[in-house]
């Protein structure tokens, strides 16, 4: 089992950044590999970013490519999100997602994660 916190989420004006953190407790972190996921009201969820277990790969959905950067921190077992030019359509719960970093199906896809966390709240006002 593995558990996962965000944090970081506020209400920022437009053009400002955040950096939000997903720690995670219970098993080895450098099993998983992790991503960042979104859902804005009445909205499908979006995938946002893959980073693999080293960090050595990342992988960015076309929406947030050259905005936001994923990575992560090992010994402290978190995951970070920085995301820049924030724009009112950013506004959204972003959650954070774990699966085995032998898992190879398509990384864009939400149901092949197996731990979420509970989501942090962004809210970016024009």
């Known amino acids: 089992q593995v558990q996962l916190v965000e944090s970081g989420g506020a209400l920022v004006q437009a053009g400002g950044s955040l950096r939000l953190s997903c720690v995670a407790t219970?098993?080895?972190?450098?099993?998983?590999?992790m991503a960042w996921f979104r859902q804005a009201p009445r909205k499908e969820r979006e995938f946002l970013a893959i980073?693999?277990?080293?960090?050595?790969?990342?992988y960015y959905a076309d929406s947030v490519k050259g905005r936001f950067t994923a990575s992560r921190d090992n010994a402290r077992n978190t995951v970070y999100l920085q995301m820049n030019s924030l724009k009112p359509e950013d506004t959204a719960v972003y959650s954070c997602?774990?699966?085995?970093?032998?898992?190879?199906?398509?990384?864009?896809?939400?149901?092949?994660?197996?731990?979420w966390g509970q989501g942090t709240q962004v809210t970016v006002s024009s």
């Open positions: 997602a774990a699966r085995p970093k032998s898992d190879s199906r398509a990384y864009d896809n939400h149901l092949t994660y197996d731990y």
């Open positions: 219970g098993r080895t972190f450098t099993l998983y590999s």
């Open positions: 980073i693999s277990w080293s960090g050595g790969y990342v």
